[in-house]
């Protein structure tokens, strides 16, 4: 089966510009969560979607916002971009996001963001 | 979740196996160990887990200490392509979110 698609794969943006980065998770799962990985602080959780609905959010500042479609794909946006938004973002999807360890759930490639 | 601790670093010889510690001394009955890898600017990849049996799967191996205070992964014969870091990870797995530490950065050297 096709595994989870995240686009697009790298994207420059300036400071101050909104960027939007898209999921789309394996066929039938309805959990999507969503992760920025940085050198400095390695694997952080910024929310978790379940059929439309926010379920769980990380310490993130409001610039960071989410949603999910009725087909599951999500979407998450970034609005003023600061520097310290470059990262690399992955998207994770399982079938209901309650128990995300093991072979039943898998990552995107991720969107590496650069912000200038 | 209890905590684990990994060696930053290792070399290993392409075609040789390479050997992965973890240390998880509090470690609770109901606990797994996972273990996952990326690749450089890649996601997480599942590798395998097990909670007190050693398991073995097409990717790897994974030998758990009979006091599960320690595992070792074991990738059987390394190539090029198992660059990457690890993960030991202990859970539950009774939540919604992925935690990882700083894992062990493996380099097959040619």
């Known amino acids: 089966k096709a595994g989870v698609t995240q686009t697009p794969r790298y994207l420059i943006k300036t400071r101050g510009q909104q960027v939007t980065l898209s999921c789309s998770p394996i066929?039938?799962?309805?959990?999507v969560s969503w992760y920025q990985q940085t050198p400095g602080q390695g694997l952080q959780f910024l929310f978790e979607y379940f059929s439309e609905t926010q379920r769980n959010k990380g310490n993130f500042p409001g610039r960071f916002s989410g949603r999910q479609f009725s087909n599951s794909r999500s979407e998450m946006n970034v609005s003023t971009l600061e520097l310290g938004d470059s990262a690399l973002y992955l998207c994770?999807?399982?079938?209901?996001?309650?128990?995300?360890?093991?072979?039943?759930?898998?990552f995107g490639q991720g969107t590496r963001l650069t912000v200038v | 979740d209890a905590k684990t601790t990994q060696p930053t670093s290792m070399d290993c010889a392409e075609g040789r196996a390479a050997n992965l510690p973890c240390n998880h001394s509090t470690i609770s009955g109901n606990e797994y160990v996972y273990w996952y890898r990326q690749i450089h600017s890649q996601g997480p990849q599942y590798i395998i887990h097990g909670l007190k049996n050693n398991e073995t799967n097409e990717m790897a191996s994974l030998i758990i200490t009979e006091d599960r205070k320690s595992s070792t992964l074991i990738l059987p014969h390394a190539t090029l392509r198992d660059t990457a870091v690890y993960y030991c990870i202990v859970s539950r797995n009774t939540g919604n979110q992925f935690y990882f530490g700083t894992g062990t950065s493996l380099t097959v050297i040619p």
């Open positions: 066929s039938g799962h309805r959990s």
């Open positions: 994770a999807s399982s079938l209901n996001g309650d128990r995300v360890y093991g072979p039943e759930a898998f």
